[in-house]
Every structure is written in C-alpha cells, then in structure tokens.
C-alpha cells in the first residue's frame, strides 16, 4: 500500500468510521424496532383489560401470529389469577360506577340466559334493566349496548 502512495492509517480510519456508521445505524434500528414491539405489546395489555378474553375480529386481523400467541397467554394468566383470588373479576369496574344497574339494549339475540337467579329472554332490541356485573360480559363481545339517559 505504501509503494501505492495510499497511507494505511488514514485507509484504517475511513473503513473503520464506516463500520463504526454502519454499526451505530444498526443499534438506532433495534432500538426503534423493539420500542415499536413494547408499544404493541402494552396495547395488547390493555386490551385485555378492556375486552377480555375474546378480541374483536377487527382487531385480531391487525395481530401476527406471535402477538395473538401472546395475548392468549397474558390473557390465560390473568384468568389464572382471578380464578385463585376466589372467582374475582378484575376485569370489571375498573372505575367504580355510580349505579351498580345499567339499562341495556340486546344488539343480537342471545336466547334464554340465567342471569343472577333467574332465566331472563334476551331477544334482539329488548331493552333490561341488569346488573352492571350481569350486563358488562355482553356489553364487551358487543351483544348488548348501555342506554344512556
């Protein structure tokens, strides 16, 4: 390289810097993609919180196979622990109502159901007056919707 007229040092630090970009780029790039794989997962939390264990068709085309895999999980875990804490459901209320009754709309017809400690028909467009813990599964698969006023 010498008899060339190229300096080894000043070659050295010019592929050196370009490893040190390329590396460097190479970091950034990880470090968006697995804040973008958090963000993704938080949302999948909440979801679980929000909908339970069922996702809406809508939203469960949006997820790849892994993040579905992953909800079902997370989902299964929490089930777990409410089952072992006495059948508690945490899912519910998660800001306390100021009516523990809801007046609800059936939006598809669900049949005869037992609902606390009676068989009450739930055809499609009643409108009921049921207890928020009663009412609040339905509501959340989009079978029912509160009636407000």
Known sequence: ???????VQS???ADHFGM????????RNKRCLMAYAYKRAEILHGLSWKVGRVLPPEIEGKLNDVEK?????????L??????MGSLDLTVDMVPPKDPYLKVRV???IGVTAIGDKDTNLAHHSI???????AEPYILQ???????G
């Open 128 to 134: 009921h007056f049921l207890k928020r813990t009663d």
């Open 79 to 84: 089930q777990s622990y409410m089952k072992e």
């Open 20 to 27: 040190l970009i390329h590396h460097l780029s190479l970091l």
């Open 142 to 148: 989009g079978m029912m919707e509160e009636l407000i």
């Open 11 to 13: 070659t050295r630090n």
């Open 69 to 77: 895999r992953y909800f079902k999980n997370h989902s299964s875990a």
């Open 1 to 7: 390289m010498q008899e060339e007229g190229l300096d």
């Open 107 to 109: 939006l598809e017809d």
